[in-house]
């Protein structure tokens, strides 16, 4: 099926350190997700968009919804060691929800 | 946001057998899904839940394998048929319901099924 692109795969990071992740498609979106899988969880929701362009922020993170329609970025600003995890954006048309290929944190205390 | 509950949360099964997988939630949802996430992977959508009538399948996904049933609004079950190891994932319900940023997707746990 569909899959979204991320970059980067993974990364290491020390704490305190800001960080960077981003989704592409060949396909437009009306509304772009990210979500958040801690090991046996199933994915938590940190931010919805819903306009393009759109910048929206949850605490230290930020996501803007790509003025294309067709990409998203999340920020993680001063990251800390509970980040760690696997950062999954997804897109939505109508109900039916696309999910990236994830990148996955890792932060060096 | 309401809860999700999902059993099992994991099982080991022997090649040939079938699970059914359930998922409860405590509060009337608009939409239920199912997906799978293959060991190290993203998520996949097998279907869409719907209630009272036939699930309705992504491509990739088939009745006789991955039967599914939405009696009400709180309820559903995956049944995993004739499993071989190839199946070994985690299987995760998905909800929506409400509207604005409620309206998006939540999910269980997820069950994590190991086939041997």
């Known amino acids: 099926g569909q899959q979204l692109n991320q970059s980067p795969q993974s990364m290491f990071i020390q704490e305190g350190e800001d960080v960077s992740m981003n989704c592409t498609s060949s396909s437009i979106f009306n509304t772009w997700l990210w979500y958040k899988q801690d090991p046996g969880e199933g994915p938590v929701l940190l931010i919805a968009l819903y306009k393009a362009g759109e910048l929206t922020s949850n605490g230290r993170l930020t996501a803007q919804f790509g003025t294309t329609r067709k990409d998203s970025f999340l920020n993680i600003s001063a990251s800390i060691p509970s980040d760690v995890g696997i950062y999954f954006c997804a897109g939505r048309g109508t109900y039916k929800y696309i999910f990236g290929t994830g990148t996955r944190l890792k932060v060096l205390a | 946001s309401a809860v999700i509950s999902q059993k099992p949360s994991r099982d080991i099964c022997q090649r040939g057998t079938s699970l059914t997988i359930q998922c409860q939630v405590d509060s009337q949802v608009t939409m239920m899904f199912w997906y799978r996430q293959q060991p190290g992977q993203s998520l996949t959508l097998i279907a869409t839940a719907n209630q009272g009538s036939e699930a309705t399948y992504e491509s990739g996904f088939v009745i006789d394998k991955f039967p599914i049933s939405r009696p009400n609004l709180t309820f559903s079950t995956l049944t995993v048929s004739n499993m071989s190891p190839e199946d070994s994932s985690i299987y995760l319900c998905?909800?929506?319901w409400g509207g604005g940023v409620d309206t998006e997707a939540f999910f269980g746990q997820g069950t994590r099924l190991t086939v041997v």
């Open positions: 998905s909800v929506v």
